[in-house]
């Protein structure tokens, strides 16, 4: 069943192949902070050292949102409509203890379990970057726990239950591309849905985090395109050539997207590979498009359904009979010794 009016089939698979046969599916997305997330790793913000441009060769400290910081939640987000609707294995699966191998999760953002198999990611997801510096895009805060009263003390006892925590600012931007190998038509459109449905990111434990997918075009390609790192680096440029970067004040988000538009526009320019780009007006009616697939009840079970479909059909012929040969094949070793 074909979903997808304004794309040429072309650009897809019938099935899910077993070998990379280079054809490349990237969204190009902003994503904006509309709270105060944390992204950490031993209770620190994570950030980087680099240059602040292409053509700025200035070092400052960037916002680091590590790649698996991005991918888990969107994959938990597809989980979430699976076990919703019923489809697939949904009950077999529990993720990072015990996953089914054949939900459209498990095969296009990949599992690995041990000496019971495993399978690579086909959505491929690399550590994105803020725009702005580091110091211009968070914040400490002092935390505390009061007593039921509203209060730090009680009977003359003070809590000692009080932190502080550097947190992300609102509207600080991460330009992040997200990588899809061989795509199917519903694969595309499973982790499209992901993309745009997922609104928490950061630390899971807190009641903040989050964060607004603003996806402003899809690359078809025969291979890999620039890094988050060399488009924000362009974003940068162009932004701070125009007078568009003023701290403390935040970006506009008007002239970020503006921007991120022209800078993905003029890198793709310079790339050496075969490719279509969905920029701007050109993107404007697949994600519409997209967006009424994934609103429409019906058709997204339809779409969920025939991902599900053809995930099974690929974990049959490449993962589950593997696994059954490796099984045999233990025995027999373990029958002659």
């Not at 979903?3 to 046969?21: R, V």
């Not at 330009?175 to 849905?193: A, C, H, M, Q, R």
Request: glycine letters at 6%; hydrophobic letters at 35%.
């Amino acid at each position: 069943m074909k979903f997808l009016k304004t794309l040429d089939s072309k650009f897809f698979h019938d099935e899910i192949p077993a070998k990379p046969m280079g054809k490349y599916a990237h969204f190009i997305t902003i994503r904006v902070t509309e709270s105060y997330p944390l992204f950490q790793t031993d209770g620190e913000l994570n950030k980087a050292r680099v240059s602040a441009g292409i053509a700025d060769k200035t070092h400052i400290s960037r916002l680091a949102m590590f790649k698996r910081k991005q991918s888990t939640p969107e994959r938990l987000t597809g989980r979430e409509l699976l076990r919703n609707y019923k489809i697939g294995d949904w009950e077999k699966c529990d993720y990072n203890v015990d996953f089914s191998k054949t939900t459209p999760d498990c095969i296009l953002y990949g599992f690995a379990i041990g000496d019971s198999g495993s399978e690579k990611s086909k959505v491929v997801v690399d550590t994105a970057y803020s725009i702005t510096p580091f110091d211009d895009s968070h914040q400490n805060f002092t935390l505390n726990a009061p007593f039921e009263s509203g209060t730090m003390s009680r009977q003359g006892e003070v809590t000692s239950r009080i932190n502080s925590q550097d947190h992300i600012l609102p509207q600080t931007f991460f330009p992040s591309i997200v990588t899809l190998k061989d795509p199917t038509e519903t694969g595309f459109l499973y982790v499209f849905n992901n993309i745009l449905r997922t609104r928490h990111y950061g630390a899971q434990t807190t009641r903040t985090g989050r964060v607004r997918n603003e996806l402003i075009g899809v690359i078809f390609a025969d291979g890999e395109i620039v890094s988050n790192l060399r488009w924000t680096q362009k974003i940068y440029d162009l932004m701070s050539a125009a007078g568009k970067i003023n701290p403390p004040d935040p970006l506009n988000e008007d002239d970020v997207l503006t921007n991120a538009n022209r800078a993905i526009s003029q890198l793709m320019d310079e790339e050496c590979i075969s490719h279509r780009d969905f920029i701007g007006e050109a993107f404007d009616g697949l994600l519409a498009e997209v967006k009424s697939i994934s609103s429409d009840e019906t058709q997204l079970q339809e779409m969920l359904a025939q991902a599900n479909t053809e995930s099974t059909a690929y974990a049959q012929k490449h993962i589950l009979k593997s696994s059954e040969k490796g099984k045999k094949g233990k025995k027999a070793t373990a029958a002659t010794e």
